[in-house]
């Protein structure tokens, strides 16, 4: 191969990819990991199988409640709690499971009367770009800590900053790191941030705010059509972003019940992936025209996916659904291919190598998935916690780390 060839590929390779000053064994700094998707690079370490003799329990501490996934450094895995009145963040050492530091600050508030049963405690996860964690409180508020040490280096009062009000369902989305700035979804709208000061760039996708003014949705980086920008799914619009100055490129309305448009907008070739509660399943075509992007259904299936970020798979989605239930559906034509009998939790994590899919049910079970676009095919099943666990799986090097409701556990193989 040629270096002009050689190039290119890598160029390509890392199109639509955010980038971080994050050191190359590193494998778990954001929401859904590496690449945003819930995959791991393909020759990443994965465990041969989920049996106690094959992933053995390393570590387990006890936390207060939280939602937020674990982020993993080289040497620690910070987490997030809510402890009385106040939102904690602690550092743990990877292979002993010692608490290395603790910080915290007031931040604590009550969701609406319909969603007390899934608590008020804080929600967003972190992300971390090799030097600093990024955190979100559940009261519209970015703290930046030192990942070594957890001294805080600077804060924003999104509310006071632009005069939002108070989000219902506190501060959901999960901030993104791309290059020297944050993007999240925050204030009433989306919002980029200098990550060294937590100076606001631009704000888009603004609204009046209230219980529609605070997505539930993380964005993440795409190039469809060969256009680097930011992917956002907001309580009523999916969007494309110009990263450089918030210009709006596309945007499509998306049905939801009380806005619940929660998933992480996905991408397949040029079309963009995403379902709703009490809404569809639906692939939208980008295509470019003189005056823009053109976005346009490309197909929607009745299925209605909630929490749950799917596993796209050799043209099929792999995703959990809001009635309890595995679906696969094609991804060339939305034909669902099948529907579980087995029912699950209210939320399923997924980590896949492209091989196989580890999902970890809301319910404690861990289950290790072999891809099928015939039938539901589970190799290995394991109750690892008799706690809730809503939080997003976390694997790296040969550890996998479990945020149970109220605690921490670390897995090795």
Same mark, same amino acid.
């Given at each position: 191969?040629? $270096?002009?060839?050689?190039?290119? !590929?890598?160029?390509? /390779?890392?199109? =639509?990819?955010?980038?971080?000053?994050?050191?190359?064994?590193?494998?778990?700094?954001?929401?859904?990991?590496?690449?945003?998707?819930? +995959?791991?690079?393909?020759?990443?370490?994965?465990?041969?199988?989920? @049996? #106690?003799?094959?992933?053995?329990?390393?570590?387990?501490?006890?936390?207060?409640?939280?939602?937020?996934?674990?982020?993993?450094?080289?040497?620690?895995?910070?987490?997030?709690?809510?402890?009385?009145?106040?939102?904690?963040?602690?550092?743990?050492? *990877?292979?002993?499971? $010692?608490?290395?530091?603790? &910080?915290?600050?007031?931040? @604590?508030?009550?969701?609406?009367?319909?969603?007390?049963?899934? =608590?008020?405690?804080?929600? /967003?996860?972190?992300?971390?770009?090799?030097?600093?964690?990024?955190?979100?409180?559940?009261?519209?508020?970015?703290?930046?800590?030192?990942?070594?040490?957890?001294?805080?280096?600077?804060?924003?009062?999104?509310?006071?900053?632009?005069?939002?009000?108070?989000?219902?369902?506190?501060?959901?989305?999960?901030?993104? !790191?791309?290059?020297?700035?944050?993007?999240?979804?925050?204030?009433?709208?989306?919002? #980029?941030?200098?990550?060294?000061?937590?100076?606001?760039?631009?704000?888009?996708? /603004?609204?009046?705010?209230?219980?529609?003014?605070?997505?539930?949705?993380?964005? &993440?980086?795409?190039?469809?059509?060969? $256009?680097?920008?930011?992917?956002?799914?907001?309580?009523?619009?999916?969007?494309?972003?110009?990263? #450089?100055?918030?210009?709006?490129?596309? *945007?499509?309305?998306? #049905?939801?019940?009380?806005?619940?448009?929660?998933?992480?907008?996905?991408?397949?070739?040029?079309?963009?992936?995403?379902?709703?509660?009490?809404?569809?399943?639906?692939?939208?075509?980008?295509?470019?025209?003189?005056?823009?992007?053109?976005?346009?259904?490309?197909?929607?299936?009745?299925?209605?996916? +909630?929490?749950?970020?799917? !596993?796209?798979?050799?043209?099929?989605? +792999?995703?959990?659904?809001?009635?309890? *239930?595995?679906?696969?559906?094609?991804?060339?034509? =939305?034909?669902?291919?099948?529907?579980?009998?087995?029912?699950?939790? $209210?939320?399923?994590?997924?980590?896949?190598?492209?091989?196989?899919?580890?999902?970890?049910?809301?319910?404690?079970?861990?289950?290790?998935?072999?891809?099928?676009?015939?039938?539901?095919?589970?190799?290995? /099943?394991?109750?690892?916690?008799?706690?809730?666990?809503?939080?997003?799986?976390?694997?790296?090097?040969?550890?996998?780390?479990?945020?149970?409701?109220?605690?921490?556990?670390? +897995?090795?193989?």
């Amino acid at each position: 191969m040629n $270096k002009i060839a050689y190039l290119l !590929i890598l160029v390509l /390779s890392l199109q =639509g990819k955010p980038s971080t000053d994050v050191s190359g064994d590193l494998s778990w700094s954001q929401w859904r990991g590496p690449t945003r998707d819930g +995959y791991i690079e393909k020759q990443s370490p994965w465990p041969e199988g989920i @049996s #106690k003799e094959k992933l053995r329990l390393s570590w387990r501490k006890e936390l207060g409640k939280g939602y937020p996934g674990p982020i993993v450094s080289q040497k620690l895995v910070f987490t997030v709690e809510t402890k009385g009145k106040n939102e904690v963040v602690r550092a743990f050492d *990877r292979e002993s499971g $010692k608490q290395k530091w603790e &910080t915290s600050w007031p931040g @604590s508030m009550s969701v609406p009367f319909f969603a007390w049963k899934n =608590g008020s405690w804080v929600r /967003s996860t972190p992300s971390y770009d090799g030097k600093n964690l990024y955190v979100a409180g559940m009261r519209d508020f970015l703290v930046c800590l030192d990942a070594n040490t957890g001294k805080k280096k600077w804060s924003v009062d999104f509310m006071k900053r632009y005069k939002a009000p108070l989000p219902a369902f506190g501060f959901v989305c999960s901030p993104l !790191i791309d290059g020297d700035h944050l993007y999240v979804q925050a204030g009433s709208g989306l919002v #980029k941030l200098e990550k060294e000061t937590g100076k606001s760039i631009w704000r888009s996708l /603004s609204d009046k705010g209230g219980m529609y003014g605070s997505a539930f949705s993380s964005p &993440t980086i795409a190039s469809p059509q060969g $256009k680097r920008q930011l992917l956002v799914q907001t309580r009523t619009d999916l969007a494309g972003v110009d990263m #450089k100055d918030g210009k709006v490129l596309w *945007r499509q309305p998306i #049905k939801a019940f009380r806005g619940m448009n929660i998933l992480t907008p996905t991408t397949y070739g040029n079309g963009i992936f995403t379902s709703s509660y009490g809404g569809k399943t639906l692939l939208f075509d980008l295509s470019e025209t003189p005056s823009g992007f053109s976005v346009s259904e490309k197909w929607q299936n009745r299925q209605e996916g +909630y929490m749950s970020g799917p !596993i796209i798979i050799d043209d099929f989605c +792999y995703i959990h659904l809001r009635k309890q *239930r595995m679906t696969c559906i094609d991804m060339k034509n =939305g034909d669902t291919k099948w529907i579980s009998e087995k029912s699950f939790g $209210k939320y399923m994590s997924m980590v896949s190598n492209g091989k196989e899919i580890i999902a970890l049910d809301e319910d404690g079970t861990l289950y290790l998935i072999e891809p099928n676009s015939q039938k539901l095919s589970v190799r290995e /099943s394991r109750e690892i916690s008799d706690e809730p666990s809503w939080a997003h799986l976390a694997l790296s090097g040969r550890q996998m780390f479990v945020r149970e409701l109220e605690a921490i556990a670390c +897995y090795e193989w």
